[in-house]
């Protein structure tokens, strides 16, 4: 079966430390893989997606993801957290197959101290 | 400025009521999506329509039916509102192709069964 998983519901940096949030997937055929960030009562903003070609992909407001076929993974990163980064973060994936509707990890609350 | 918009932030409704969710989008999307939202759960798809009065189930369809008579609306019911469906309800379209599209988000509904 399909799915994605995110490690750590809860994950709390300093200013200025580095962000690292990270998603694993489950499938048997090429995904499509997808971060999206959720601010307080918002809906979701695309942070950036993998289609296949280059595996290191950069988002906006300075995050950026590598695919890893190899650990089946697309973990999240940004080299200095700001306090604006505190956020409900969400990896999700899709295929070619399936209409276009995502499947949803369980998100990381992002805390960022002063 | 693409755009979809959910047509309440908040709701209240008694249990046994028939609630209606209303979403339109402005893009000229093919897919739209009614995700559910709820802690540590990540978002889980209900229902998704590719096409005018076309359905498909989600994960978790149980308790909900959704139409769409316009390709630019998409409602969501509930038949006999129940308790456990108070959560935050997300819609979502994408254009096709399928898989890699982005699909974006309305700003969610909180709808509270009381």
């Known amino acids: 079966a399909q799915s994605v998983t995110q490690l750590g519901s809860h994950v709390s940096v300093s200013e200025g430390a580095l962000v690292l949030l990270r998603c694993n997937y489950s499938?048997?055929?090429?995904?499509?893989l997808f971060w999206y960030v959720q601010y307080p009562n918002q809906g979701l903003q695309l942070l950036l997606k993998y289609t296949s070609a280059a595996t290191l992909v950069k988002g906006i407001n300075g995050f950026e993801a590598e695919f890893k076929k190899s650990e089946t993974s697309f973990h999240l990163t940004k080299p200095s957290a700001h306090m604006s980064d505190a956020a409900e973060y969400f990896c999700?994936?899709?295929?070619?197959?399936?209409?276009?509707?995502?499947?949803f990890g369980q998100g990381t609350t992002l805390q960022v101290k002063p | 400025d693409v755009k979809v918009t959910q047509s309440s932030r908040y709701l209240v409704k008694r249990t046994g009521e028939k609630v209606f969710l209303e979403c339109v989008q402005d893009m000229d999307h093919e897919n739209m999506f009614w995700y559910r939202q709820d802690p540590g759960l990540g978002l889980r798809l209900i229902y998704f329509?590719?096409?005018?009065?076309?359905?498909e189930k989600g994960d978790i369809p149980e308790g909900y039916s959704v139409s769409r008579e316009k390709k630019e609306r998409f409602s969501l019911i509930l038949e006999s509102a129940s308790t456990n469906q108070t959560s935050m309800y997300l819609c979502?379209?994408?254009?096709?192709?399928?898989?890699?599209?982005?699909?974006?988000f309305g700003q969610g509904t909180r709808l509270t069964v009381v």
């Open positions: 999700a994936v899709s295929f070619s197959s399936n209409t276009g509707k995502l499947i």
């Open positions: 329509s590719y096409d005018v009065k076309m359905k």
């Open positions: 499938s048997s055929v090429p995904p499509y």
């Open positions: 979502a379209s994408s254009s096709r192709p399928f898989g890699g599209t982005e699909a974006f």
